[in-house]
């Protein structure tokens, strides 16, 4: 492959409710769309999942511009590009700013997909043609409509339900779920908001049958976690921490969880993804993929993702009119019974449109090899 032309363009779309979680709230989504377009013409799509503020990680969207624009394109140009899975080196002298080095391999691996008339899933290695989701709902303004909220997707045929929780917003909450629902799969989700001390709070808990917790503790601790996970009964997933093949195998090493959300932006895309994936099924580790609150071009990627044989778990891709009012890509993804049917064409499976992109995107840059 030949990029002869990268099109950077930062879209705002409106989420048609406000999203909390323990470390802030989101009403609209900024983020940046990747293009990459060969010698031929042809385009790939990748989607960076960064944030307009550093509250998830310490990327931005700007954060993202300038390290695409000033390093991570030049690289990409300077040479072709046999596999997607070069980029890994070829970006590998760049510290972190794993979400813009995403974004970028996202689009090339659409378009070597593409290229080779194969599914993106595929050219992954992934089999399955249906994957099961589950949804994550955010903190509420009150138990009853986190109980309406849950019914609903319940009812929708979501697989299982994550919760937000937060000090203050955690053992009530989660008691009174299962209260009502005392056989649906659920799980929470802190994003980091507790410490050590918690430890005995965050043992009540344990009654309630949880498939897991999600990084109770701090973003980048794999130690304290370790201490936690000797002391709880209900298995710790790591979302924050782990960033890497190499803090998944210390991770585990550790013990420091039993579950692993893989989020391709937070671990650099695809290819460092899927040797996660390996690592942890080699390990009897369970994975499933996290989600960013995408668009249509980087849900597309986790269901690609998500067809490897060890995401045994629901993952967090919803359909796309759980957040959106009319998503960039046709069809949308759809969500029947909890299983999305993944798309047969070729790359992403999912035309990008072009109309609905111009209408969300407040601007653009062409960058050319
Ligand atoms: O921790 O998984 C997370 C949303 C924003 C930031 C972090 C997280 C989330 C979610 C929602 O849980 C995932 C989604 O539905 O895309
Ligand atoms: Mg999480």
Redesign the pocket.
Known sequence: MNIKQVVLRHLEMELKAP?A?SFGSFQTKEFILVEVIDEDGASGWGESVAFHSPW?NEETVKTNWHMMEDFLLPLLFQAPIEHPNELRRRFSHIRKNNMAKSAIEGAVWDLFAKKNNMPLSEALGGKKKQIEVGI?IGIQKSVDDLLRMVERYVNEGYRRI?VKIKPGWDVDVVRELRRHFPDVPLMA?A?SAYSLEDAEHLKALDEFQLMMIEQPLAADDIVDHATLQSQLQTPICL?ESIHSYEDARKAIQLGSCQII?IKIGRVGGLSEAKLIHDLCQKHNILVWC?????SGVGRAHNIALTTLENFVLPG?T?ASSYYWERDIIDPEVTVENGMITVPENSGIGYEVNRRQVDRYTTFAKVYRA
């Not at 996290?290 to 995408?294: A, D, V, Y």
């Open positions: 999203f979680t998830y994550s994550k989700d994003n979302d959300n996290g989600g960013m609150l995408e967090d919803a």
